[in-house]
């Protein structure tokens, strides 16, 4: 075998090896199909063939939208995909809004037959701090107030003197909560959903 053919199935073996190792990796990696937050106890628990996160983009035109499980995932929709809790056309739904897809997988594409968005949750009234009354809390600093949204829309703006304490990582936290048991907590995130 003549230098040249040897150096060139070299060159293929160490292409082949790195392929099979590339696909090692991505196999022992595998993307979360269910986001932090929809998996805490009590929560949510997905399936092969369900994903469970937040919305990131989606395209009416291109029939895809894209959900973010901690790992972004883009599923391909049509006019026999079904949607629950949510009567508009799909390119309306806001960015971060909680969902679930059930999809199948072909051709290495990914197509959602059924879209459940999260509906609104009924809060008991008596749990809801008006505008006034928070505003005279936060002026009187009569309360520890927790922001429970994520990093990303607590830095975006937030209560000013309020703590960020992300709700999925409640229980890492517990040492930033008063030792009095009396004192009062308001604990705000992007409203009822």
């Known amino acids: 075998m003549s230098k040249k053919r040897k150096g060139l199935a070299l060159i293929v073996f160490i292409s082949i090896l790195a392929l099979a190792l590339v696909a090692s990796q991505g196999i022992s990696q595998q993307k979360p199909i269910i986001a932090k937050g929809c998996s805490l106890p009590g929560c949510h628990t997905a399936k092969q063939g369900e994903l469970w996160g937040n919305v990131k983009t989606v395209s009416g035109k291109a029939e895809m939208i894209q959900i973010d499980t901690g790992a972004l995932w883009t599923v391909k929709f049509d006019d026999k ?31 959602a037959t059924f879209i459940n968005v999260k509906p609104p949750v009924a809060v008991d009234p008596a749990k809801v701090v008006k505008v006034a009354e928070m505003k005279k809390i936060w002026d009187e600093k009569k309360a520890l107030i ?48």
């Open 81 to 111: 995909t079904k949607v629950k809790n949510w009567n508009q056309p799909l390119n309306k739904l806001p960015k971060e809004k909680e969902i679930s897809i059930n999809y199948v997988e072909k051709n290495g594409e990914f197509y």
């Open 146 to 193: 927790i922001d429970c949204r994520p990093a990303g829309r607590y830095n975006e703006g937030h209560i000013p003197g309020s703590i960020h304490i992300w709700f999925a990582e409640f229980d890492k936290h517990i040492d930033k909560l008063p030792q009095d048991k009396n004192q009062l907590i308001v604990y705000y995130c992007q409203g009822p959903t």
